[in-house]
């Protein structure tokens, strides 16, 4: 006959010390993944504007070189679509022979508003071209 003297389970002392472990354990790893979270955001819309950019370098180039007649147009260009965390907004070179223009990545859903992303070339006039900066804000700080 067996007793009090079996082993074959826990005892409270045993789980509470690995329920200790674990919460230790979760309190390192959560930080890291919802930093990693926003860093993954950020790329997402640099990634966005960066693949949207050479349509409108090339439409400067032909516009200011007079390859081609036209104006770089939000409404030639149109802007990126919009996806599940930013919407994107294009301010297309004023005139024919501006260089300028700015992207802008504004967070929605899970981000807010003021959590941006920002891809300026500064107004110059062809065959000059502006500096390119680029500006993160609110959760997306330093995403450039």
Not at 64 to 74: A, D, K, Q, Y
Not at 83 to 107: E, I, Q
Not at 121 to 143: N, V
């Amino acid at each position: 006959m067996e007793g009090f003297g079996n082993k074959n389970a826990f005892t409270l002392i045993e789980i509470i010390v690995v329920l200790i472990i674990v919460g230790i354990l979760a309190a390192i790893a959560l930080p890291n993944l919802f930093s990693n979270v926003s860093k993954v955001r950020a790329e997402e819309a640099l990634a966005t504007i960066g693949t949207y950019r050479p349509t409108i370098e090339t439409c400067i180039v032909k516009a200011s070189g007079v390859l081609e007649n036209t104006t770089c147009t939000p409404g030639k260009l149109g802007n990126p679509t919009a996806s599940t965390n930013f919407t994107y907004v294009l301010t297309a070179p004023a005139n024919a022979t501006d260089t300028g223009y700015k992207l802008v990545a504004t967070g929605r859903a899970a981000l807010a508003s003021t959590d941006t992303v920002t891809i300026t070339r500064a107004s110059s006039a062809w065959p000059a071209f502006g500096a390119i900066s680029c500006a993160g804000a609110g959760k997306l700080l330093g995403a450039c």
